[in-house]
């Protein structure tokens, strides 16, 4: 059990390492997929058979495929980036011994309601839709704004309004109450 | 205790990756991925020494906002290359002035 959580932290940890530092952002995704099947199974073996199985699905299955479709979007000139960032290093180190006093002297932690002798699944669905309703709430609002945000911002401005200084369009547009009041006026 | 040592590492090399990276946004929203990885890693492993369940359940809501965080990251990233024609952090320069 513990030579299996070396192999797989130390996997999780080489290939986050790679992913931050392979200068090609395709190889990076990779690495990031990587990354998440060691986390997956780490989870699967320590008993977390449905957070595991989610991670693989969600990260591998929809996230992944999601960064690989920008980049292929976002093509840039293949020209690799070979200039000296080590000046950053200082303030670099710095931020994260600050981040690690904070995680250091974080609170710890507070009570829960125990799992019992049930499957994982079993336990999570019971919990998630009675205890923790708001959170199925807020969880489906997040993804609601997103998909909303999402769309609108990569809607593509195709049809540009020519707007004149009185604030209206120049286009000219059929305003049918207009017409079909107009005889009662 | 290795697993919170094993979070803290991953946690900080996702903030030395937002840091370093100077080459590439969509780079800095995988940092971002590693970040929350990293939360969950923590929360699970607390979560099964404490024999609780409030750790997976949030795990799941994390797993929901990193699912929309790259959503709307993405997005906002194809929107930032029509309107710049780069990516790269080191040409975001709008505020200068």
Known sequence: ???????????????????????????SVFWLVIAFVNAAVMFISLGLDYIGLIFIIVYVGAIAILFLFVIMLIQQPNKIDSQDHSHFLPIGLSVIFLFYSLLTNSPKYISNPVIGSRTNIGAIGSHLY?????????????????MIGAILLA??????????????????????????????? | MSYLILSIVILLIGILGIILNRSNLIIMLMCVELVLLASTILLLFESRVLYTLFGQIFAIVILTVAAAESAIGLAIMVNYYRLRGTIAVRASNLLRG
């Not at chain 1, 299996?4 to 986050?16: Q, Y």
């Not at chain 1, 009675?130 to 997103?146: F, K, M």
């Not at chain 1, 049918?176 to 006026?185: A, M, N, P, Y």
């Open chain 1, 1 to 27: 059990m513990n030579s299996l959580f070396m192999i797989f932290s130390l996997g999780i940890v080489g290939a986050s390492l790679m992913v931050i530092s392979t200068p090609n952002p395709v190889y």
């Open chain 1, 155 to 185: 809607k593509q401005p195709n049809s540009p309004f020519l707007y004149n200084s009185h604030g209206e369009s120049l286009r000219s547009r059929q305003d049918l109450f207009l017409q079909i009041s107009r005889e009662h006026l």
């Open chain 1, 130 to 146: 009675t205890t923790y309703y708001e959170l199925v709430l807020i969880a489906s609002l997040v993804l609601l704004v997103a």
